[in-house]
């Protein structure tokens, strides 16, 4: 079987999959003003067809994790047509998402009946006041139904996600609090620190804490780092035995982070990213139009992994093409 291997022996079994640049949120460290096409891009989002096509190539490179991503991905009227073709079709064994929760307590079953095979949800406050400032919306309570809904189902592999933002969420109390959630829930919560984009340089230079802070509070409360498998994410795991839950870390400023890379990004118009804060970026379109392509797309994306670098270089301000974390994929 041919494989995903970069220049520097990293593998990538994992891919984030973006399905739509559109986010129903306001979120202030992505979106402050609310989704806005970007400018002079007039392609539309892949169809379902390509993502079919897509997905089966990705199975023949040894691609055993995809996560659909957004924007929000459930915008798409047809989001669960696609999560249903690539379960039936496309001989990826691991299927995930990301989303902000927006209709999590209306579609918690259906996911599950999809055959969905884990989640992750932005909660980047559980305090209902902070969370609507933040996001623009008064949802709190019905994400935290729809978790509720979703364990219920045994559903298992559920993880929430928040931002870490200076004087906001970064407290001592806040991460008691985070940990009051998972001390009785099966639930992995991580911090991501936040990240500078194209578009973000004031609020990153307000609200940019390092992940430090969290790191010390975790190493003072006795959690224990965990190892993961070869299509786990960037977070750095804790687990503590009076715990059910998990804490988790995802520290992109922290040295050697690109060391242990294991994933590729694609843009919801179907351009192929190697990183998140790369300056490349190649259409694989026109090899999605039909079924006799596959064999050439293959070669393709084999190909574009001899340019992946080493490192993304965030650390010295290199943000690359990326504007918002929403029109990659996060």
């Known amino acids: 079987m041919k494989t995903l ?15 739509t640049d559109v986010c129903n949120y306001k979120c202030t460290y992505c979106l402050p003003e609310g989704y806005k096409k970007m400018p002079g891009d007039t392609r539309n989002f892949m169809t379902g067809e390509e993502i079919s096509r897509l997905t089966k190539a990705l199975s023949e490179l040894g691609v055993c994790k995809i996560r659909l991503t ?4 459930t915008v798409r009227k047809d989001f669960f047509d696609i999560l249903k073709n690539m379960k039936k079709n496309s001989n990826i064994p691991k299927i995930t998402m990301t989303t902000n929760g927006y209709q999590l307590d209306k579609i918690a ?18 305090n209902r006041e902070t969370f609507k400032k933040l996001t623009g919306h008064d949802r709190l309570l019905q994400i935290l139904e729809g978790i509720k809904i979703l364990q219920g189902l ?23 609090e985070f ?28 609200n ?29 795991n804790y687990i503590h035995p009076e715990y059910k839950g998990k804490f988790g870390l995802i520290a992109p400023y922290s040295k050697d982070f690109c060391k242990t890379c294991n994933r590729l990004r694609i843009t919801s ?29 293959v070669d ?9 670098k080493e490192s993304h270089h965030l650390e010295l301000g290199k943000t690359g093409i990326t504007p918002n974390l929403s029109s990659t994929g996060g």
Request: hydrophobic share 35%; charged share 30%.
């Open 154 to 176: 045994n559903f298992k592999n559920i993880k929430v996600n928040a931002v870490l933002l200076k004087g906001i969420n970064d407290t001592y109390e806040e991460f008691e």
């Open 70 to 73: 957004g924007g929000e991905p």
């Open 5 to 19: 291997t970069d220049t520097f022996g990293r593998k990538f079994p994992y891919i984030r999959l973006s399905i």
């Open 109 to 126: 079953k259906r996911l599950h009946e999809s055959g969905l095979d884990g989640i992750n949800i932005s909660i980047d406050s559980l």
């Open 300 to 308: 393709l994306i084999i190909k574009q992994l001899h340019l992946k």
């Open 179 to 206: 940990g009051d959630f998972i001390k009785n829930n099966k639930i992995d919560f991580r911090f991501i620190e936040l990240m500078q984009t194209g578009d973000n340089l004031d609020f990153f230079k307000k």
């Open 208 to 236: 940019h804490v390092s992940s430090k802070i969290f790191k010390d509070y975790l190493k003072k409360n006795k959690w224990v780092y965990q190892t993961y498998g070869k299509d786990a994410g960037p977070s750095l």
């Open 269 to 297: 118009r179907g351009d192929l990213r190697l990183c998140l804060f790369g300056n490349t970026g190649i259409s694989l379109r026109h090899l999605l139009q039909n079924d006799s392509q596959k064999d050439e797309l």
